[in-house]
């Protein structure tokens, strides 16, 4: 092997493209997992992506200039790469800059979000939206497609398809909201087929996806960010209102028999506590939620900006205010007992906190990991690492993730 196979696999140059062709052919069952390997950060050159591969370096230049030619992925073989693996420079590799992206969607208590996300999780152009969320769950989707068309509209980019992120279990599967406690949405409202709607009629193709806010932040946390490499990871956040949780097993989103699983905000960590909009009392989405925040550290909420943007404020700039670090004590203990229960049940390798309970996990650290010790089987016996997510806009990645997994499952079929 040459090590200068030509990039658009046509075999001009050294390589016979009867040569490539084979190659290719023999290659084409890891073009999906080559384009995930450098999707996720794992492959940066090309003797890594061999390596992962476990093929020929031929089979593995065949299928890196297969996936340049399809526009998702650049090749760089000037000198001064990094090392290969037998010392000498190897190619390198990275997610095409100008590629296709996704359409990604969310909708939460306060507005909604549109984004492009490329490959690599990388957000091309972005367009939040503040509004009061219609009971009519087709009137705020309608609003989220048309920022997404007008963002697709500005940058010319191809779409692979949509995803739309929800504050909501999404049951499958007919992809219902089946809680949408914190929007004034009926519950069961058919989103997956509402959005699907939306994306049709505002001229997009590709296929359209919706789930769960949290499971799509825990999805795109261990693909890009806090959760890369951990094999049972639990993702626990707030969003801007209610408390959820996600699972992801070697890679997968553990969704549960009807996608219901790790419904994580209706655990009870204060049986005298609040009433919860779920008919029970002392949950933790009333418990460990932005509002519950605020209404503990005595702060009347304002309506400027989100109440998570409000108790985020509170907690780094006011930490010195004795009602402030009281409030936030408070929470930490509540949370610690939730994620002690789930430590027991689940014993995960790592755990992601999102959205207040980051900032509650910034403000003390030690306190958050000594009242999960104490009350976990398995903190007493080593300690499970507790990390804070570390994207931005993470379930608007995911969304990204849902739409992107046809073409990383078979690059060629989709776009070939
Ligand atoms: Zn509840």
New binding site residues.
């Given amino acids: 092997m040459s090590g200068k196979a030509d990039p658009r696999g046509t075999g001009e140059g050294s390589t016979p493209a009867s040569v490539t062709r084979t190659r290719l052919d023999r290659g084409r069952g890891v073009l999906g997992p080559a384009l995930e390997l450098v999707h996720t950060g794992r492959a940066p050159t090309r003797a890594v992506l061999t390596a992962e591969l476990g093929v020929t370096r031929a089979t593995a230049g065949a299928v890196a200039a297969e996936l340049e030619a399809l526009g998702l992925i650049r090749v760089d073989a000037r000198p001064g790469a990094a090392a290969g693996s037998q010392g000498r420079p190897s190619h390198r590799l990275a997610v095409a800059e100008d590629g296709p992206v996704a359409l990604a969607a969310q909708v939460h208590a306060d507005g909604f979000r549109a984004a492009l996300v490329g490959l690599g999780g990388r957000i091309v152009a972005t367009a939040p939206g503040c509004e009061v969320v219609d009971a009519d769950p087709a009137k705020v989707l309608g609003s989220v497609v048309e920022a997404g068309a007008d963002l697709l509209r500005a940058t010319g980019r191809r779409c692979v398809g949509a995803g739309l992120a929800v504050p909501s279990a999404v049951a499958e599967p007919a992809g219902l909201a089946l809680n949408p406690l914190h929007l004034a949405w009926p519950a069961g409202a058919p989103v997956r087929e509402i959005f699907a709607e939306q994306v049709r009629a505002a001229g997009i193709d590709g296929p359209v996806f919706t789930a769960n806010d949290v499971n799509l932040a825990a999805l795109a946390e261990h693909r890009h960010g806090a959760g890369r490499g951990a094999r049972h990871l639990l993702c626990v956040a707030t969003g801007h209102r209610g408390v959820g949780g996600a699972l992801v097993l070697d890679g997968r989103l553990h969704r549960g028999s009807s996608g219901l699983a790790l419904e994580v905000?209706?655990l009870t960590v204060n049986p005298e506590g609040r009433p919860?909009?779920?008919?029970?009392r002392g949950?933790l989405?009333?418990e460990a939620d932005p509002l519950a925040f605020l209404t503990a550290a005595g702060r009347e909420p304002g309506p400027e900006v989100s109440l998570l943007q409000q108790a985020d404020d509170l907690i780094r700039g006011h930490y010195a205010d004795p009602a402030v670090r009281t409030a936030t004590e408070a929470l930490i203990d509540r949370l610690g007992l939730g994620l002690a229960g789930l430590v027991n049940i689940l014993n995960p390798d790592r755990i992601i906190l999102g959205g207040l309970h980051r900032t509650l996990l910034g403000a003390d650290p030690d306190r958050l990991r000594a009242v999960v010790a104490d009350r976990s089987l398995w903190g007493q016996s080593g300690g499970v690492p507790i990390l804070p997510c570390t994207l931005d806009h993470n379930s608007l990645v995911g969304a990204a993730e849902l739409a992107w997994q046809p073409v990383l499952d078979d690059p060629l079929a989709v776009l070939g």
Avoid: K, L, N, Q
């Fill in positions: 905000g209706h919860c909009y779920c008919g029970s949950c989405d009333v």
